[in-house]
């Protein structure tokens, strides 16, 4: 069976994973570090996990000769640290916080948690050596974690708490402070405008990053791809990736403009979009809605 490869990625990209940098030093001290979604747990006994890296590598020579490699699973807010070791670099350790592991693997700060593994297996996987690890350190620091699903980066929303039905009854004592909770509520709205709003979105055909490069480029001209790549909270290979679905679909051009077709999806996701803002914000007031923007931006500000 033959299929095409861009699709086959596309396809698996509907998985929702993690996202890791995996570091090591050879012992020649050459340090490397890759961002990886492959890591995945194989055993407890014994304590067993894995990742792949592609053959081509410019970091495996050091990954095949350190004995040592560490797991570092990226926190909500470690996007940069992603983009950052996702990039050919002469020292992707410039200016980065690190602390010494097992087999001196580096080991990055601030992390959500990281796994010192000993190199216990490699296996051919195809165009991939998947790497097996003994894990023989470990470190929970239980902050909330980076995901990655269809070409972007995403927050862990868990799907916990009281129902619609539960706010509008009169609440147990128990969970009077939940309930006056800002962060709790703005988690359970966002939750459930994303259950609503992004089914219609793919319902276009276009994964969240596409749309989201579609909706960007309709929305300005004379757009680069280092543009979309500071624009949008997608890892650079995927920008390069969804631009070119975009233009395999027809939606734009070489030179990044949309095509009537193009356009027309453009309009839909937006038409979506406004659809999704009438349906949540349509029994405020002009006021209060402009005053809730106006707040949410000052918020913004606040939080950069």
């Not at 929702?16 to 570090?33: D, F, H, L, S, Y």
């Not at 570092?72 to 940069?80: K, P």
């Amino acid at each position: 069976m033959s299929f095409d490869p861009k699709e086959f990625r596309r396809a698996l990209g509907n998985f929702a994973t993690g996202v890791t940098v995996i570091t090591a030093q050879a012992p020649n001290g050459e340090q490397v570090g890759v961002t990886a979604n492959s890591f995945n747990s194989v055993s407890l006994e014994p304590p067993l996990v894995l990742w792949s890296i592609v053959k081509n590598s410019n970091s495996y020579k050091v990954f095949e000769q350190a004995d040592h490699f560490a797991v570092n699973i990226l926190a909500a807010d470690q996007i940069d640290l992603s983009n950052s070791f996702a990039k050919p670099s002469d020292d992707k350790f410039a200016n980065i916080e690190t602390t010494v592991g097992a087999g001196n693997a580096p080991l990055l700060t601030n992390t959500a948690a990281n796994f010192q593994c000993e190199k216990y297996q490699v296996v051919d996987g195809g165009d991939h050596w998947i790497m097996i690890g003994k894990v023989v350190e470990f470190e929970n620091h239980g902050r909330a974690p980076l995901l990655y699903v269809q070409g972007s980066y995403a927050g862990a929303i868990p799907f916990t708490g009281a129902k619609n039905s539960d706010l509008n009854v009169a609440s147990p004592a128990t969970l009077a402070r939940l309930h006056d909770s800002a962060i709790y509520l703005m988690n359970k709205v966002l939750q459930k405008i994303q259950e609503n709003y992004l089914p219609k979105q793919t319902s276009t055909g276009l994964n969240s990053s596409e749309a989201r490069l579609l909706l960007v480029l309709s929305d300005a001209t004379g757009v680069t791809l280092d543009d979309l790549k500071n624009l949008v909270t997608i890892p650079d290979d995927d920008v390069k990736n969804g631009v070119e679905s975009l233009q395999n679909f027809g939606f734009i051009t070489p030179q990044l403009m949309l095509t009537q077709k193009g356009q027309d999806t453009a309009n839909r996701l937006w038409a979506i979009s406004d659809a999704q803002q009438e349906e949540v914000f349509g029994a405020f007031d002009e006021g209060d809605y402009t005053s809730f923007k106006q707040q949410l931006q000052t918020l913004l500000k606040h939080l950069h």
